[in-house]
């Protein structure tokens, strides 16, 4: 099996001197779903951001398909690797539902054609297909968060990252997200604090507190360990305690 | 929270509906130009009553264009005091120490007659197209992406704006503060709105991010399906016309 993603030494920190990340060393196969944990502040949604080089390491690297995130290769990286951000109305900003799954393949440089065959395919995909003409803004929290997955599906990534997923949904959406998510034959790297649903989709979980990988490891073992759990501000799931 | 969004009647079915966006945005423009060069008030009347026909052939309820236009309306009505009050000319009403001159209240006439007739034209032009099917339309027809993106985000955002400024007044109402014309009153509302202007420069941050995690690289495109048929062609001659004549209307005279 072949790592599609390979961090080395990884260090952030950011302008103003808050140092997020310190020597991050993780290796994904193409194929998996890890789930990432950790406590607030302990550097995930900043790890997350490397991997489509919007953030540009300190020191250290991050090897995505192949491709170093350096500036010569973010076009081709960020048409593989599609970020789902914890805030739906930060990732959908067009005036339609249509404008804005079709914005990543546009940007691609698809074909008129092509853009609509996979804006389609999109929202057919979380099951939205009649929303193409709304705002945005009219829609619910769970809708939104759909069509936001919707608008980085239309780029056909390989590697799908989602930050906090089940944030603000009712029980409802988050089932249907969650059953969505399984059926995604993607590298799906999912962080959050919603163990639950880490340990229904991830088979491998990493743990990162203060900007260090503490535990790598099988998502069962990791997440039933009360001892490491209590250590890092996380508790065990009620389903495995 | 809803406001009235300018494009709510856009999926009505008029004439006006089914004129190519692009050309409506370059005929309604010219007519527009023509209204607020109008040196007559004969001819500023016959631009507004033209530019109601035009509204009510839009079909766009007039209880909706009422709802944008009285702040407009409002505006129009203190130039119009203005105005009245501060050109000099023949005598037309004493009242104490304020004078009203006969030039003022023509000129004001002639100036909010101009000003309803070309607020009245928007309306047909903008309201009866999707919002962004006009800004596809002013981006082929050349206008500067960077304004494009602009007016987008404006339009897109204005309403988390007032949502989040409302959700920050509730938070500081539910702990007691209400709005008072003093100073400390001032001071917290003050706080409030710098905070809300915080949390908005924050939100453009993740908003870049989103955006260029998919392939966002400073220009916006947005997929266009424009047909030019004879009917547009038809109409923006007609439009064109109108405006030429409401000029040859005032020389006539």
Same mark, same amino acid.
């Given at each position: 099996m072949r790592s599609i993603i390979k961090i080395r030494n990884l260090h952030y920190s950011y302008p103003e001197g808050t140092k997020a990340l310190k020597g991050?060393?993780?290796d994904i196969v193409q194929g998996e779903s890890v789930g990432l944990i950790g406590p607030n502040g302990a550097g995930k949604s900043t790890l997350l951001l490397h991997l489509n080089g919007v953030l540009k390491s300190t020191q250290g690297s991050v090897e995505v398909l192949g491709m170093k995130t350096e500036e010569k290769n973010l076009v081709g990286i960020r048409k593989k690797v599609a970020i789902v951000f914890q805030d739906p109305d930060n990732q959908l900003f067009m005036?339609?539902?249509?404008d804005d799954v079709a914005f990543g393949p546009l940007n691609a440089g698809d074909s008129k054609e092509k853009v609509r065959g996979k804006v389609s395919k999109a929202l057919k995909e979380v099951e939205m297909e009649e929303y193409g003409e709304r705002c945005p803004h009219h829609l619910s929290f769970g809708e939104k968060k759909k069509i936001a997955l919707a608008t980085v599906l239309s780029m056909e990534p390989e590697i799908l990252i989602l930050d906090e997923p089940s944030s603000n949904?009712?029980?409802?959406?988050?089932r249907h997200l969650i059953e969505l998510l399984k059926n995604f034959n993607l590298t799906k790297i999912i962080s959050g604090h919603d163990?639950?649903?880490?340990?229904?989709?991830?088979?491998?979980? /990493?743990?990162? =507190?203060?900007?260090? %990988?503490? /535990?790598?490891? =099988?998502?069962?073992? %990791?997440?039933s360990n009360k001892l490491l759990m209590d250590s890092h501000g996380l508790e065990v799931p009620l389903s495995l305690s | 929270m809803h406001l009235p969004e300018i494009d709510k009647f856009a999926n009505l079915k008029s004439p006006l509906h089914s004129f190519d966006p692009r050309l409506k945005i370059i005929s309604f423009s010219i007519l527009i130009f023509s209204i607020v060069l109008l040196q007559d008030i004969k001819g500023a009347f016959i631009g507004l009553i033209l530019a109601v026909v035009l509204v009510f052939l839009s079909k766009i309820p007039f209880s909706f264009i009422f709802i944008h236009l009285r702040w407009v309306l409002l505006f129009i009505a203190v130039l119009f005091l203005i105005i009245s009050l501060t050109?000099?000319?023949?005598?037309?009403?004493?009242?104490?120490?304020?004078?009203?001159?006969?030039e003022g209240v023509k000129l004001s006439f002639l100036i909010?007659?101009?000003a309803i007739g070309a607020v009245l034209f928007i309306f047909p032009m903008i309201g009866t197209t999707k919002f962004n099917v006009t800004l596809t339309a002013l981006q082929k027809i050349g206008v500067p992406n960077k304004l494009i993106q602009l007016f987008m985000f404006t339009y897109r955002y204005i309403f988390l704006f007032l949502d989040e400024g409302k959700r920050i007044f509730i938070a500081a109402n539910s702990r007691g503060w209400t709005k008072k014309t003093?100073?400390?009153?001032?001071?917290?509302?003050?706080?409030?709105?710098?905070?809300?202007l915080v949390r908005s420069f924050e939100r453009t941050e993740y908003l870049r991010d989103a955006m260029v995690s998919r392939g966002y690289d400073g220009r916006l495109r947005i997929l266009d399906e424009f047909k030019l048929s004879s009917k547009d062609f038809i109409k923006t001659s007609l439009i064109i016309i109108i405006a030429i004549l409401l000029h040859l209307f005032g020389w006539i005279q």
């Open positions: 991050i060393n993780l005036p339609t539902v249509f949904l009712d029980p409802r959406a988050r163990l639950e649903l880490i340990l229904e989709i991830c088979p491998r979980v /990493v743990l990162l =507190d203060e900007g260090r %990988v503490m /535990v790598d490891g =099988d998502v069962r073992k %990791v997440l | 050109v000099p000319g023949s005598l037309l009403l004493k009242l104490s120490f304020l004078s009203v001159s006969r909010s007659l101009r003093n100073i400390s009153s001032l001071n917290v509302m003050g706080n409030l709105v710098g905070m809300l």
